[in-house]
Each structure stands twice: as structure tokens, then as C-alpha cells.
């Protein structure tokens, strides 16, 4: 199984970019889909945006497209959240994980992914 740990979060201005990391051991990152998802207080966890395998296929939540890119170094087993144009409402703990189905589907659904990293908090101050 894949280990996960996150890293990148911060304070920032309403604004302002952050990239965050989640760095995988264990097994190789290929052989997972990929997502990010957050939560904010109070809320339950959604999803932020998925990657397939080859990093060639992307989607994205409404609220976050044009504004966060996901993307991944396989080489470097390493999946990243650029993150621009950063508001309030994207104050979170940001989660990533992996789903090690071979479906090809870039699930939304919190249950459809098996491994989960421990978090890194995001505030966004206005």
C-alpha cells in the first residue's frame, strides 16, 4: 500500500497562491488515480480536482476550475495543488488521495479512494 503526506499549506491573502505537495512511499505513484479533496470546519469532506494515472486527464470541481491546477511527477512520486486566485471559501485542510481502482474513472466520491494522506490546513484571510 501507498503512504501519503501532504505538505505546502499556509496562510494567505484572499488573492494570493500556494502550491501544495503530497509526497508517496511505499509504492509507486502510478499506479494510482489521484485527487485532492478539502474540509472546512463544520463541513464535510468534497472534492477538489482528480488525475489519471498519466497525469493526460484532469477534472475539476466547479467551484475551483480556472483557479487550481492538479498535476503530477511520477518520477518523483510526488502530486501537486497549484492553487491561484485564492478566496476565503477555500479555507480548509486539503487531503489527498488514492484510488487504486483500474477503472480509468476519476471519481469524486470520497469512498471510491483508499488511501488518504493526514492533511495541511489552507486559511485564506480577506
Known amino acids: 500500500q501507498v503512504q501519503l503526506v501532504e505538505s505546502g499549506g499556509g496562510l494567505v491573502q484572499a488573492g494570493g497562491s500556494l502550491r501544495l505537495s503530497c509526497a508517496a512511499s511505499?509504492?509507486?505513484?502510478?499506479?494510482?488515480?489521484m485527487g485532492w479533496f478539502r474540509q472546512a470546519p463544520g463541513k464535510e469532506r468534497e472534492f477538489v480536482a482528480a488525475?489519471?494515472?498519466?497525469?493526460?486527464?484532469?477534472y475539476y470541481a466547479d467551484s475551483v476550475k480556472g483557479r487550481f491546477t492538479i498535476s503530477r511527477d511520477n518520477a518523483r512520486n510526488t502530486l501537486y495543488l497549484q492553487m491561484k486566485s485564492l478566496k476565503p471559501e477555500d479555507t480548509a485542510v486539503y487531503y489527498c488521495?488514492?484510488?487504486?481502482?483500474?477503472?480509468?474513472?476519476?471519481?469524486?466520491?470520497?469512498?471510491?479512494?483508499?488511501?488518504w494522506g493526514q492533511g495541511t490546513q489552507v486559511t485564506v484571510s480577506s
Open positions: 488521495a488514492a484510488d487504486q481502482d483500474n477503472t480509468g474513472v476519476l471519481y469524486t466520491r470520497t469512498v471510491k479512494y483508499d488511501y
Open positions: 511505499g509504492r509507486t505513484l502510478s499506479s494510482y488515480i
Open positions: 488525475i489519471n494515472r498519466s497525469g493526460g486527464s484532469t
